[in-house]
């Protein structure tokens, strides 16, 4: 790397910590390191929110790189169901209406503290365990792509310089999610998201004006005969990936809807729930321009590394690859690498950026979630009173570095390399049963609080032991157990493999959970829950959590009904709601014929997919994507104003810090009248779908 590219990331970082400097002084009370107070926009929640670690862009480009676009194709089949999820603001919106700042919180005001403590802390090892080895991959990850060395000298002594990088990374994300907690991680994510969406849009206009699409679709083409890369009906073999892998998957989909709480602080910090839900719709856009680079760097190296009429521009990378003896490392950093022989002098500088700020966005969020659900849902409901504000900012602080030290020593320790998805998969295992306590909890007045133990408990048991078995089948379990019972036919007859795959695995750990939680409702002692008091309305509504857009009611059998377009909005949010609509389902209309077509019928070639790829990928997201990334920085940049402007004249309330009072209930009741009646004028669309 030049130095120019050296300055960029010097200056990134700069601005950062003066960021954070500049907004630790808003930080007076715990609400405020919490969720910002609830006080955050939504174009400020779309673009810090929207992005995931180094990672994330490293996963996204190892598939592309291996699968090429078909996987692209058959993600399409779930574009109702998120449609649904985002218009509606399925549980994101009631969630919201809680006003808890934790998800364990809104457990505790449905259930019990007893349940809150169990729930909480289930999430918390679910969620540490799967932190642990973030450290440990993006610090490999930056070692390869800046080209740092593995070890150095200093003082006579040789040091590795895996740890240090940790160290470095690990400390600035702490530095963040301690000074300010919530509002500085929104606010420095809001500066690296805004970063990101315009170097995404350069690095897309720079492969575009170098490479040819004709060059892209030719490297496609190098792909081994049924295995295609462009064609999804010729893609090879999909054991696994059958009707039901996709079914489950849609199931699995709305099911953990609000389920991850890797991003807790995010989930509580909408100004209110209407401007939660309006996040989750304008995100369809923010991702276009993204979407689209994500695509085009990984398809851009499979050509430039495959075919002989780019073998000069390749020897450097494919020099650079050889380099790395770990197999699972060198395909991980096989397009990292191409790009880093690619960009000129810069731009370099400025994805080297991206990679920095996605490490330090991903750490921050995650540490300051685990951080301080173990405080509030953990150790809170075991002491059983409030703590005074300042020691209770002590504490979460403490909690934090703590979890950095535990990330950092994990990491040390277990540098996971082999089966990284496996890994995240058992780990989230562990919280498989929060789904269905989520859901009955918000829409069903009649669920138990004994329901809900036994959901979690069962959901999450039989998750997590599924996938371990299957894991330890082949290598241990297997030859243990026919040692045991050595006429076991059904085992020999599977020794290779676990003849139940992961996503039955998981349908089952739903379905008995889900069952479970119905049943057990039903058949224990009738219980009707105050489903009004719980999500603030009527005489229960707060008044800063209401919001009226166009008053006049419309029946659920209109369009507007059934997309979830409620009096709470204005005219100009139901254009972007319904272009949303129409955008999304104009796409899976397409998907449905093609795969009809496809199907039944050889009518659909490679350069008939070859084109139609080029004409979703290239002139609705350049033109679109472009557009979006203006208008969507804009708004975000009004809401981080907006946000310090509220922040300096909002009164602190030193009673919302996470605790529930003797009825449940975390706010006061409200009996002005107006209030109420603007609030009955609201619930109507808010009784079933939010």
């Known amino acids: 790397m030049h130095w120019i590219d050296w300055a960029i990331i010097v200056v990134l970082l700069g601005a950062l910590i003066s960021v954070t400097i500049y907004a630790r002084r808003y930080v007076r009370g715990v609400a405020d390191f919490?969720?910002?107070?609830?006080?955050?926009?939504?174009?400020?929640?779309?673009?810090?929110?929207g992005f995931g670690g180094a990672i994330t862009i490293v996963g996204a480009w190892e598939l592309v790189y291996s699968a090429g676009l078909p996987t692209q194709w058959w993600m399409m089949m779930y574009l109702p169901l998120t449609l649904i999820i985002s218009l509606t603001g399925f549980v994101i919106y009631r969630y919201r209406r809680t006003r808890a700042l934790t998800l364990a919180q809104f457990f505790e005001m449905r259930y019990s503290r007893k349940f809150r403590f169990f729930a909480g802390m289930l999430c918390w090892l679910s969620g540490i365990f799967n932190y642990g080895v973030f450290p440990a991959v993006t610090a490999r990850f930056v070692i390869y792509f800046f080209g740092l060395p593995q070890s150095f000298e200093l003082f006579g002594l040789q040091f590795s310089m895996y740890p240090l990088v940790m160290i470095i990374y690990l400390s600035l994300a702490v530095y963040i999610a301690c000074t300010g907690g919530q509002i500085c991680i929104m606010i420095t994510d809001f500066l690296q998201g805004?970063?990101?969406?315009?170097?995404?849009?350069?690095?897309?206009?720079?492969?575009?004006?170098?490479?040819?699409?004709?060059?892209?679709?030719?490297?496609?083409?190098?792909?081994?005969?049924?295995?295609?890369?462009?064609?999804?009906?010729?893609?090879?073999?999909?054991?696994?990936?059958?009707?039901?892998?996709?079914?489950?998957?849609?199931?699995?989909?709305?099911?953990?809807?609000?389920?991850?709480?890797?991003?807790?602080g995010y989930n509580a910090a909408a100004k209110t729930p209407h401007e939660a839900v309006m996040a989750n719709i304008i995100g369809t856009w923010r991702t276009l321009a993204q979407a689209l680079c994500m695509l085009l760097i990984p398809l851009a190296a499979f050509a430039i590394l495959h075919l002989p009429a780019f073998a000069g521009l390749a020897a450097p990378s494919h020099a650079k690859l050889a380099q790395i003896g770990d197999a699972t490392l060198r395909t991980q950093m096989t397009v990292p690498l191409f790009l880093a022989h690619m960009l000129p002098v810069g731009m370099m500088g400025l994805f080297a950026a991206i990679i920095v700020a996605c490490a330090i966005s991903c750490d921050d969020t995650y540490l300051h979630s685990w951080g301080t659900i173990f405080i509030q849902d953990v150790v809170l409901p075991l002491r059983g009173r409030p703590l005074p504000p300042q020691v209770h900012l002590r504490w979460l602080r403490t909690s934090i570095i703590g979890v950095a030290i535990f990330g950092f020593t994990f990491s040390m320790l277990f540098p996971l390399k082999d089966f990284i998805y496996m890994y995240f998969a058992l780990t989230g295992a562990i919280f498989v049963g929060a789904g269905a306590v989520i859901i009955g909890g918000l829409y069903w007045k009649r669920g138990t609080t004994p329901a809900a133990w036994t959901a979690m408990s069962c959901g999450s048991f039989l998750a997590f032991s599924g996938l371990l078995v299957q894991r330890i089948w082949d290598p241990w379990l297997a030859p243990k157990l026919l040692q045991l019972f050595p006429d076991w036919s059904w085992v020999r007859l599977h020794m290779d493999k676990f003849p139940i795959n992961g996503q039955f695995i998981y349908l089952g750990a739903v379905i008995v959970?889900?069952?479970?939680?119905?049943?057990?409702?039903?058949?224990?002692?009738?219980?009707?829950?105050?489903?009004?008091?719980?999500?603030?309305?009527?005489?229960?509504?707060?008044?800063?959590?209401m919001v009226i857009g166009e008053p006049e009611r419309r029946s659920r059998r209109t369009l507007a009904g059934i997309i979830g377009i409620?009096?709470?909005?204005?005219?100009?949010?139901?254009?972007?709601?319904?272009?949303?609509?129409?955008?999304?389902?104009?796409?899976?209309?397409?998907?449905?014929?093609?795969?009809i077509l496809g199907l039944t019928t050889d009518w659909i070639t490679d350069a008939v997919w070859a084109e139609f790829w080029w004409w979703k990928l290239v002139p609705f997201s350049v033109v679109l994507?472009?557009?979006?990334?203006?208008?969507i920085m804009i708004g975000g940049i009004?809401?981080?104003?907006?946000?310090?402007?509220?922040?300096?004249?909002?009164?602190?309330?030193?009673?919302?810090?996470?605790?529930?009072?003797?009825?449940?209930?975390?706010?006061?009741?409200?009996?002005?009248?107006?209030?109420?009646?603007?609030?009955?004028?609201?619930?109507f669309s808010d009784t079933d779908m939010a």
């Open 638 to 683: 009004r809401d981080a104003v907006r946000l310090f402007r509220d922040l300096r004249v909002e009164r602190v309330d030193t009673h919302d810090d996470g605790t529930v009072n003797e009825h449940g209930s975390v706010d006061a009741d409200n009996d002005d009248p107006v209030v109420a009646a603007a609030a009955d004028q609201l619930t």
């Open 194 to 264: 805004i970063m990101m969406m315009a170097i995404f849009l350069a690095i897309m206009f720079f492969l575009l004006a170098k490479f040819r699409w004709a060059d892209l679709v030719a490297g496609l083409e190098c792909a081994p005969v049924g295995k295609s890369m462009l064609n999804p009906f010729k893609a090879g073999d999909t054991e696994g990936f059958d009707v039901w892998y996709f079914l489950i998957g849609l199931l699995g989909t709305l099911y953990s809807t609000g389920s991850w709480q890797g991003n807790s």
């Open 513 to 545: 959970s889900a069952s479970t939680y119905i049943l057990i409702s039903l058949l224990g002692p009738r219980r009707i829950y105050n489903m009004d008091k719980l999500l603030h309305r009527g005489k229960y509504a707060i008044k800063d959590d």
């Open 566 to 595: 409620t009096a709470e909005f204005t005219r100009t949010e139901r254009l972007i709601a319904y272009a949303t609509f129409f955008w999304s389902m104009s796409w899976w209309a397409i998907f449905v014929v093609g795969t």
């Open 625 to 631: 994507g472009t557009l979006c990334t203006v208008w």
């Open 34 to 49: 919490l969720a910002a107070n609830r006080l955050a926009g939504r174009y400020l929640l779309t673009v810090s929110s």
